[in-house]
């Protein structure tokens, strides 16, 4: 336990650094994880003590949250499974940590970016009614999702800036990326061509430098001397509509229907 204490102890130095040493706290982490283990405090069960429990979820949320900011998503699904056992079975006995709802709030979000929607409201229909109207942490990830199936993209949008912690915005950048390949897709679609600063607008771009690069991945041809964007032709044969058949089709249907009244 003294080694665990000293590792921790860096742990602490190395995360509250500004800016934080993330490459030496992942470094900590995988040492002090291996001492939870042996300690039998990683998954807890029988007579514990509760300050060691307090200093393992500790640790673990700064195993969630290192991972979220060196953006290694699966690395942080583990934590934040690892931390269930402290938020769940431990909730009674363990004073609240202000870690929690934030990171809960996280795992919210990498489930709306995943696509997993069915999960975002069973995790969600386990937390308490006050807690998910009121703690912004929580009710940030609920309107993220309202939005998105309203398409509102730009609200979407506009809530990085309003997002309760920094980590929130890089879930809200994978959002953002999934939701421009959705609306390329269907001006390539709608458009043959449109005017850069229209793209810019409509792909929720701040610079034309980030539409070119986007652009040159999609195989888009960019004209700058005419400030367009052309998009790339698939090919497909153009149907043709018989107006003329259609409408003379339309206007015998509606004689019969007529002559049966």
Known sequence: MSDLKTLYESLQRAFYAQPPDLNTASGLLSKLKIGLIESGLLLPHGDVNFGDLVVARDILEIGALTSIRSKNIPSFDRYFSQLQTFYTDYAAQLPPSKREYPIRGLNLIRL?????????????????????????????????????MEGSYSKVWNAREEAPAEEYKIFIDSLMGTIRNEIASCEERAYESLPLKDAVTL?????????????????????????????????????????????AASLLYARELEQIV
Do not use: C, Y
């Not at 308490?128 to 942490?137: D, G, H, K, T």
């Not at 960019?222 to 058949?245: H, N, T, Y």
């Open 112 to 148: 709306l970016t995943q696509n997993r929607i069915a999960d975002f409201h069973t995790t969600l229909e386990s937390l308490p009614a006050e807690i998910i109207s009121e703690n912004p942490f929580i009710r940030h990830p609920v309107n993220l999702e309202r939005w998105l």
């Open 203 to 247: 792909l929720f771009f701040t610079n034309q430098s980030d539409l070119l690069t986007f652009a040159q991945e999609r195989g888009w041809q960019i004209d700058l001397s005419a400030g367009l964007v052309r998009f790339a032709q698939k090919g497909e044969e153009k149907m043709e509509i018989p107006k003329q058949k259609l409408i």
